[in-house]
Nanobody, 122 residues
Framework: QVQPVESGGGSVQLGESLQLSCSIS????????TAWYRQAPGKEREFLAD???????KYPTSVKDRFTISRDNSKNVVSLQMDNLKVEDTSVYYC????????????????WGQGTQVAVAS
């Protein structure tokens, strides 16, 4: 089974930067995109960025100026660089590998990581 695992979360101060990583393990799979989302207590899930296998990227307008997604295909790691962090960025950040297949005949499925916490202090 495809298994994304997030890392890199922690506590930072206002204005600092943080890089999150999503390591995707599993054998013989392909995915359409890998995406980052976040969800804070009492708030709805928010899309942050995604990237496909050849490096095409997508961002919502709300974070495009501060967040950057990238992929290291040799290591199968997708990163989210977050700059100029704000208090409102405090959340649990999730990585999801979307529309993945373990074989050519497999039905595409989404695989979510467990999340990593980011806390931005003022």
């Amino acid at each position: 089974q495809v298994q994304p695992v997030e890392s890199g979360g922690g506590s930072v101060q206002l204005g600092e930067s943080l890089q999150l990583s999503c390591s995707i393990s599993g054998t013989f799979f392909t995915c359409r995109v890998t995406a980052w989302y976040r969800q804070a207590p009492g708030k709805e899930r928010e899309f942050l960025a995604d990237i496909d296998s050849i490096g095409n990227k997508k961002y919502p307008t709300s974070v495009k100026d501060r967040f950057t997604i990238s992929r290291d295909n040799s290591k199968n790691v997708v990163s989210l660089q977050m700059d100029n962090l704000k208090v409102e960025d405090t959340s649990v950040y999730y990585c999801v590998a979307e529309s993945c297949k373990e074989a050519w005949y497999s039905i595409p499925k989404d695989y979510w990581g467990q999340g990593t916490q980011v806390a931005v202090a003022s």
